[in-house]
């Protein structure tokens, strides 16, 4: 069956950076659009990147252009995020979903993904 596994959540200060990782199995990757997702306490989830299968292309929500980067490695059935000068506002379960869906066609809207990992909480301190 398909898995997503997401990694690298915790506990940082304001200014602080994070990788989240997210591995994958039961999918062909490589041909899969693959996106992050946050929900903060008491609000909707939130797109906050997505990528090509190959990786050529990107896209970001409005909250975090300029300080994270998604990638992915497709050797590994793997996709990043790289989260920088982390705020408090950025607090959240961030979720990676994958979707066979072309990147270009509503990347930013949940209900296109099919497949979901279980979460990884991100907490921000000022």
């Known amino acids: 069956q398909v898995q997503l596994v997401e990694s690298g959540g915790g506990l940082v200060q304001a200014g602080d950076s994070l990788r989240l990782s997210c591995a994958t199995s039961g999918l062909t990757f490589g041909i899969y659009t693959m996106g992050w997702f946050r929900q903060a306490p008491g609000k909707e989830r939130e797109f906050v990147a997505a990528i090509s299968w190959s990786g050529s292309t990107a896209y970001y929500g409005d909250s975090v252009k300029g300080r994270f980067t998604i990638s992915r490695d497709n050797a590994k059935n793997t996709v990043y995020l790289q989260m920088n000068s982390l705020k408090p506002e950025d607090t959240g379960v961030y979720y990676c979903?994958?979707?066979?869906?072309?990147?270009?066609?509503?990347?930013?809207?949940?209900?296109?993904?099919?497949?979901w990992g279980q979460g990884t909480q991100v907490t921000v301190s000022s």
């Open positions: 979903a994958a979707r066979i869906r072309p990147l270009n066609d509503g990347h930013e809207i949940s209900n296109t993904y099919r497949y």
